[in-house]
């Protein structure tokens, strides 16, 4: 398997709303890859698995970028439009914690974020709506539509560069 491939593969199914096939991809690699016995390599993706299930050319790979790019965009939907930030969630429902809480941290515009989902009813994709955003404790007015919501980028720029920002999304 190629993983480089695979793991693009996973991202356009994400891109065109097929969330369960692309979660599918990406955890079949990491399921993979993080049984030592099969794989053979240390934590992360190579370039491919060959016939045995032995991960190869670990350090030569363009796949880590994709897989790190598939999660944050894609499955956490952490990702920048015409310079705004926009959280657009892509998680199953499996993804959540006990807690129904998933994060991820990011840098947008400078600043450190850590963006995270709570669903307490644990709702799967598709079922769930953005119903409020607040950084650092602090209800932000924000554009929420089509299950996205859009926080202008002055408002993560008037944030203090120096210290991580909590985001939290409220999912219902």
Same mark, same amino acid.
């Given at each position: 398997?190629?993983? =480089?491939?695979?793991?693009?593969? &996973?991202?356009?199914?994400?891109? @065109? &709303?097929?969330?369960?096939?692309?979660?599918?991809?990406?955890?079949?690699?990491?399921?993979?890859?993080?049984?030592?016995?099969?794989?053979?390599?240390?934590? &992360?993706?190579?370039?491919?698995?060959?016939?045995?299930? @032995? &991960?190869?050319? =670990?350090?030569?790979?363009?796949?880590?970028?994709?897989?790190?790019?598939? $999660?944050?965009?894609?499955?956490?939907?952490?990702?920048?439009e015409i310079?705004?930030? #926009?959280?657009?969630?892509?998680?199953?429902?499996?993804?959540?914690?006990?807690?129904?809480?998933?994060?991820?941290?990011?840098?947008?515009?400078? @600043?450190?974020? @850590? $963006?995270q989902y709570?669903?307490?009813?644990? $709702?799967?994709?598709?079922?769930?709506?953005?119903?409020?955003?607040?950084?650092?404790?602090?209800?932000?007015?924000?554009?929420?539509?089509?299950?996205?919501?859009?926080?202008?980028?002055?408002?993560?720029?008037?944030?203090?560069?120096?210290? #991580? =920002?909590?985001?939290?999304?409220?999912?219902?």
């Amino acid at each position: 398997m190629f993983s =480089h491939m695979a793991v693009m593969y &996973g991202n356009a199914l994400y891109k @065109r &709303g097929f969330v369960d096939a692309g979660y599918e991809v990406i955890n079949s690699i990491y399921t993979q890859c993080m049984d030592f016995e099969k794989s053979r390599i240390y934590p &992360g993706i190579p370039e491919y698995i060959n016939e045995k299930g @032995r &991960g190869m050319y =670990h350090y030569l790979t363009g796949s880590a970028s994709w897989l790190l790019l598939t $999660v944050l965009t894609e499955m956490f939907g952490v990702k920048g439009e015409i310079g705004d930030l #926009v959280l657009e969630p892509k998680l199953l429902d499996k993804q959540f914690n006990n807690e129904g809480k998933a994060s991820a941290t990011a840098l947008f515009a400078q @600043r450190s974020i @850590r $963006v995270q989902y709570v669903n307490k009813n644990k $709702v799967n994709y598709g079922q769930y709506k953005i119903l409020s955003v607040s950084i650092n404790g602090n209800k932000v007015d924000c554009d929420l539509c089509n299950n996205k919501a859009v926080i202008e980028r002055s408002v993560i720029e008037a944030l203090d560069i120096d210290k #991580v =920002h909590d985001i939290v999304v409220e999912l219902g």
